[in-house]
T-cell receptor
Framework: ETGVTQTPRHLVMGMTNKKSLKCEQH?????MYWYKQSAKKPLELMFV???????ENNSVPSRFSPECPNSSHLFLHLHTLQPEDSALYLC????????????????FGAGSRLTVL | GQNIDQPTEMTATEGAIVQINCTYQ??????LFWYQQHAGEAPTFLSY??LDGLEEKGRFSSFLSRSKGYSYLLLKELQMKDSASYLC??????????WGAGTKLIIKP
């Protein structure tokens, strides 16, 4: 496996289900991200784990819960979702320095397409 | 507020040249990225500009004017495989990435 892999690629769930999205990066990067991509809208950053520190976007509803057990794995736990949460969820990784500088190039996974009924 | 504007959709002919524009209003500037995303696939990095001018990489070039808050991606000798969405993103003064909604490019034979 190379790059960033996401599973499952497609997920259909009811509003009362609990499911998880998984992301694994094989690049040795030290930062991982969850993005939400909806049609014709800009990518929305949901969560970042950088240098083992979680940086959270406060506008993300609590029904989304991230977990980063190590620098290579990232999960997004889903619980009691709403139909408007249907979207493509993209995971990405990058290598960040200790100081903010330079080009932080993201490597994305192919995404998990989520449909909430 | 912070904003990135790019056209929603463009159509071009195989073998031709197309320019995709991106204008931005952000709190500070620390670089501009272009990504390509084929339908159902991951966005992939194309280019990064932090200084004014043109960066050429094969058939693709990216231009930046910081004073005008403007960039463009130029694609030459278009091929059918260039049909994709092209995402513009700017790093602001806090090194946060601000994304545009993307431009869907349709290539016709």
């Amino acid at each position: 496996e190379t790059g960033v892999t996401q599973t499952p690629r497609h997920l259909v769930m009811g509003m009362t289900n609990k499911k998880s999205l998984k992301c694994e990066q094989h690049l040795g990067h030290n930062a991982m991200y969850w993005y939400k991509q909806s049609a014709k809208k800009p990518l929305e950053l949901m969560f970042v784990y950088s240098l083992e520190e979680r940086v959270e976007n406060n506008s993300v509803p609590s029904r989304f819960s991230p977990e980063c057990p190590n620098s290579s794995h990232l999960f997004l736990h889903l619980h009691t979702l709403q139909p408007e949460d249907s979207a493509l969820y993209l995971c990405a990784s990058s290598q960040v320095g200790e100081g903010a500088s330079g080009a932080n190039v993201l490597t994305f996974g192919a995404g998990s397409r989520l449909t909430v009924l | 507020g912070q904003n990135i504007d790019q056209p929603t959709e463009m159509t071009a002919t195989e073998g031709a040249i197309v320019q995709i524009n991106c204008t931005y209003q952000t709190s500070g500037f620390n670089g501009l990225f272009w990504y390509q995303q084929h339908a159902g696939e991951a966005p992939t990095f194309l280019s990064y500009n932090v200084l004014d001018g043109l960066e050429e990489k094969g058939r693709f070039s990216s231009f930046l004017s910081r004073s005008k808050g403007y960039s463009y991606l130029l694609l030459k000798e278009l091929q059918m495989k260039d049909s994709a969405s092209y995402l513009c993103a700017v790093t602001d003064s806090n090194y946060q990435l601000i994304w545009g909604a993307g431009t869907k490019l349709i290539i016709k034979p």
